[in-house]
Each structure stands twice: as structure tokens, then as C-alpha cells.
């Protein structure tokens, strides 16, 4: 059994690069595997190894200066659910590529899982808003929420221009662990919206302290598991197979490596289309061969498909 950890830190590193450098060599004497992305605003990291590697790394951290604060999200895996360990230093540990700084500490009112599940349970007045992509609440969401449909957090700001929301309104926001609701509710705030609160820890935290009560489907996360449960009184998909219709929330790279599409597909839906998500895909030149017993084995590291944008989470 391994431990599979997520955090972040706005805490500020005068020097990003020989950070990154300590911190590689660091996590590769303890045989980590993951991604951490540090910039000058922080660090923003996703890590699994055994427990006792796990433990000797979080003490680390909180032991550099600026970092003792540091929260993790834990959750158990059968295996390590990455290829590496990579470090690399990014211009923001979240991309939302504003022009202005964004300050977290200027940031919503953090809800701890009780206090959100309370306000969901007692309240009927507020906007309620998904700061993910639109593959993470494709397969699952809070009932009732706003699911913007963007494919980058940068493409949040637009997002928010266009949704005609009361500025009146009170606004409750979440996401996978808590960093994009820390720079999404800095732009609400200072475009007008005063109520504006956040899901603290996010769904991976409400999910282990509230059950994940008032959560429909899976949530998405950015490893070789891609969902893991939320609430285990609900786990039937809310999604459905691209290809078979049938429900379904496992996700695969489409096999035509010109396409890479990330789609929704059952097993059967993959072995009809050979792992494409179209006819088009399915005769291209360029497309994987298919393993029907092994169907949705090529498409594990599907994020290597993609650009740094896309990897970046939380």
C-alpha cells in the first residue's frame, strides 16, 4: 500500500530554481514519484511512495521557513500512480495568466467540509461554482453547481465576463484540492463580489471528513488513477460512454496519437472503435495498435499527450 499526497503553498521563493534543485534531488533520495510545480508564489505538489518516505517528506517541507503551514490531502493507492518524479519551476504554481497579481490573501472565506455541507443543507439562496475544466465535472459534481465548460483554468476570467452572475449573490466555489478556488476567488472579489466562499481542501477533503454527501459522480484527478470515489453511498456514473452511450466515467486518450482526444469510453465502446473516439481516428495512419485484453492499458500516461497548461491542477 502507498500513500498518494496533495498540497500547495503560496508562500513566497526568492530563488525558484535552486529551490527546484534542492528539492529534486530531496525527493529522488526517497524514491518519490509525481510532479511539483514551485514558482516564485509557492510550491504545488502531487506525490506517492511508501508511507515512511511520504512522512519523512512532508517533515521536510514544513520545516523550510514559509512552509510550516503546509496541509496535505492523503489518500491510499494500491500503486504508484506515476511513471517519475519531476520538478520543474513554472511563472505560477496555478495558471490563470493575469496581467495583475492575484494574492490569496485577499482570497473568499474559507468553508471547512462541515460548514459547506451545512450551508448546502440550510441555504437555497447562492450561486454555486465548479472551478475545474470541463472533463473533471463532466463525470462529477456538487448538485446544483455551475459547470463552466472550459478546457484551461486561464479560460476562467472569460468565463466569468460572460456568466451574467448577481454580484449580490452569494457565491460558493470549489475544486479538486483548493488552489484554483485561492486565485478564483481573488478575480470574484475584485470584480465586484463581496459573499464570495471557498470549499477548504476541496472535493479530496470534503470527501474524507463530510463523506462526500451532495456530490454526484467521481471526481478527476491528475495521476494514472484519473477518478477516485467521492461519496461511496453514490458512485453510479453521471456520465456516459462516447462511443455506447451506456453510463460510464473511465476515461481513455483517443489511439490516433494525431488526436490524443481525452474521451469518455466503457471497454466495449474501445474495442468497437480500436481505442479512437471517431471513424475518422479509427483508419488513421497514425494510430496506436489496439489490445483488446489490455484495452485500456496504452492510454495510462494519456497526460504526456499534453501541454503544461493541461497538467497543471488542484
Not at 22 to 31: I, K, M, V
Request: one cysteine or more.
Amino acid at each position: 500500500m502507498y500513500n498518494v499526497i496533495l498540497y500547495y503553498n503560496f508562500s513566497t521563493i526568492h530563488d525558484p530554481r535552486a529551490f527546484c534543485t534542492a528539492h529534486r534531488e530531496f525527493c529522488q533520495s526517497l524514491n518519490l514519484k509525481g510532479r511539483i510545480y514551485i514558482a516564485a508564489e509557492g510550491i504545488n505538489g502531487t506525490l506517492a511512495g511508501k508511507n515512511e518516505d511520504i512522512d519523512a517528506y512532508k517533515s521536510h517541507l514544513v520545516a523550510i521557513p514559509g512552509f510550516e503551514q503546509t496541509e496535505f490531502k492523503e489518500d491510499a493507492s494500491d500503486s504508484i500512480p506515476f511513471a517519475k518524479m519531476i520538478v520543474k519551476v513554472r511563472q505560477e504554481i496555478v495558471a490563470l495568466r493575469m496581467d495583475e497579481h492575484l494574492d490569496p490573501a485577499e482570497g473568499g472565506r474559507h468553508l471547512q467540509p462541515s460548514e459547506w455541507r451545512r450551508v448546502m443543507e440550510t441555504e437555497k439562496d447562492y450561486v454555486l461554482i465548479d472551478v475545474r475544466n470541463n472533463y473533471e465535472s463532466r463525470i462529477g459534481h456538487f448538485e446544483g453547481a455551475l459547470c463552466p465548460d472550459v478546457e484551461n483554468f486561464y479560460d476562467f476570467p472569460k468565463w466569468l465576463e460572460e456568466a451574467q452572475i448577481g454580484r449580490d449573490k452569494k457565491v460558493l466555489m470549489y475544486c479538486t484540492g483548493g488552489i484554483r478556488c485561492e486565485k478564483f476567488s481573488v478575480l470574484m472579489k475584485k470584480k465586484g463580489w463581496d459573499d464570495v466562499n471557498q470549499l477548504h481542501g476541496g472535493i479530496l477533503n470534503y470527501a474524507r471528513e463530510e463523506g462526500g454527501v451532495y456530490f454526484k459522480g467521481k471526481c478527476f484527478v491528475f495521476d494514472d488513477r484519473l477518478v477516485v470515489p467521492v461519496n461511496p453511498g453514490d458512485e453510479e456514473p453521471i456520465s456516459h460512454c462516447e462511443i455506447t452511450g451506456v453510463p460510464c466515467d473511465t476515461y481513455i486518450n483517443c489511439a490516433n496519437m494525431e488526436c490524443n482526444k481525452l474521451f469518455i469510453c466503457t471497454e466495449e465502446g474501445a474495442e468497437i472503435m480500436e481505442g479512437a473516439c471517431s471513424e475518422s481516428c479509427k483508419n488513421s495512419p497514425f494510430k496506436r495498435p489496439f489490445d483488446a485484453e489490455n484495452a485500456f492499458a496504452p492510454f495510462r500516461k494519456w497526460y504526456n499527450y499534453f501541454g503544461t497548461d493541461f497538467k497543471q491542477r488542484g
